[in-house]
């Protein structure tokens, strides 16, 4: 399995495993050593047949969910969707595996260079001696979680009040559920099938409808919808695309824009070869009630990088303040303290400077727990230092020390939210 450690790829991996099969899960490698159920598998670096040969000992049937959204350094488009993969079905023709189950996209090559990339080497390994099946699902959701694109969609469905829609909410999707896209892919390693198969529920709904339906499913009050102009939504996707960063890019936004559905007869061909037909999202929704913890990951979306620049905000005004202070107004504080005779200025503007940092390294997004811990332990530090030593400052009427009452919870739930996977 390539793309171990992907949303789609836990849903794929379950479906194998109640069918009876051994998963062995392909990994870049790093400095851990790799687990009994790990092999070695970096894209971008095994560009050779011969790259693959010890990966592939032991192997029957490979299932490929590899995929990026964006490039970044040597994780392109045309090394993972494309040199990779198909020096490894290469690889599984000299081998001798029996079966290739790839998972690609459905959309137009004209909608960016995602799609057309996912599409070059699905045409590449039909053309190989192999025997193979290409699976391109419509949008990919779970009841269980999210990821990506769909926590954005299912955010906006929870928004407070109204729900929000990209544009009117016009555009026509065939969502299909993880639980089973990973049925067909587990049913496609182990058939005969051969060729391209597109995947999505029966019919199609409108995005609003999509939207609307999430928002019954997890039981928030009000239909009321806020569309959102298109060109806001295009002016921010375009704005995220150039940072490198958001769930969706404008490849994605394009395909939704086109409207992101199978060929009409898509479903009779997955029940005909399969024997399994996707269901509808009502119908797959009914099937896992929502629970209080699907509110709040939808709910928290947008409070939790609100809250990382509250954070920012806060330690870099700390930092001003700390450089700024009149070197007077700090020796007067510390006064008739312990304090006075530690160098209480020099104290000052070291801390104003570990703010800062710390706010930067925050702001850039740099190992955000490991940084959200030295701020928590920075406060806890300041909180018992002058608490003690300055007991006056717990009745300062601006809260100067009581504050932290309350920061030291809120990092410890910006803890909690940096872990976005």
């Known amino acids: 399995m390539l793309g171990a450690n992907g949303f789609l790829a836990g849903y794929i991996i379950a479906s194998l ?12 490698a790093s400095a851990v050593p790799l687990r009994a ?41 045309q090394a993972i969707h494309v040199d990779g993969p198909l020096a490894l079905a290469q690889a599984c023709v000299s081998a001798g595996v029996a079966r290739f189950v790839q998972i690609s996209a459905l959309g137009e090559p004209e909608d960016g260079a995602f799609i057309a990339s996912k599409h070059r080497f699905d045409e590449a390994l039909l053309a190989l001696p192999l025997s ?6 419509s949008i990919v ?6 990821y990506g694109g769909t926590s954005l969609l299912r955010a906006l469905a929870a928004f407070p009040g109204w729900h929000l829609l990209p544009g009117d909410g016009r555009w026509a999707i065939q969502p299909v559920s993880a639980e089973d896209l990973g049925t067909i892919a587990a049913l496609a390693a182990e058939g005969e099938q051969r060729g391209i198969f597109e995947v999505g529920a029966p019919q199609s709904m409108t995005l609003r409808e999509y939207q609307a339906t999430w928002r019954r499913w997890l039981r928030i009050d009000g239909e009321a919808a806020i569309a959102v102009p298109e060109a806001l939504v295009s002016l921010q996707v375009g704005i995220g695309e150039r940072l490198g960063r958001g769930p969706v890019g404008e490849t994605m936004w394009r395909m939704l824009r086109r409207g992101n559905v199978t060929g009409a007869d898509a479903p009779a061909r997955l029940q005909a070869e399969f024997g399994h037909t996707p269901r509808d999202l009502q119908t797959a929704l009914a099937a896992t009630p929502s629970q209080v913890q699907d509110r709040w990951q939808a709910q928290l979306y ?10 920012v905000a806060l330690w870099l005004i700390s930092a001003v303040a700390g450089w700024l202070t009149p070197a007077a107004a700090i020796e007067a504080l510390a006064a008739g303290s312990p304090m006075q005779d530690w160098q209480p200025v020099l104290l000052a503007r070291a801390t104003a400077s570990l703010d800062a940092a710390l706010a930067l390294l925050l702001l850039i997004n740099w190992r955000p727990r490991p940084v959200l811990g030295l701020m928590g332990l920075s406060v ?10 300055l007991p006056a400052q717990w009745l300062d009427p601006l809260g100067g020390l009581a504050k932290n009452l309350l920061v030291l919870p809120a990092l410890a739930v910006a803890w909690v939210l940096a872990d976005r996977r």
Do not use: C, H, K
């Open 37 to 77: 159920d790990e092999r070695e598998a970096d894209l971008t670096r095994m560009t050779t047949p011969e790259a693959w040969r010890d990966t592939l000992r032991g192997v029957d049937a490979v299932v490929n969910v590899a995929g990026i959204l964006r490039e970044t350094g040597t994780q392109t488009f």
């Open 132 to 137: 193979a099946v290409v699976l391109r699902p």
């Open 17 to 28: 495993r109640q069918r009876g099969w051994r998963v062995v899960r392909g990994v870049r």
């Open 302 to 311: 947008f409070l939790a990088p609100t809250l990382r620049i509250a954070i």
């Open 141 to 146: 959701y779970a009841a269980s979680g999210s």
């Open 380 to 389: 806890l530090a300041y909180t018992l230092a002058f608490g003690l030593l």
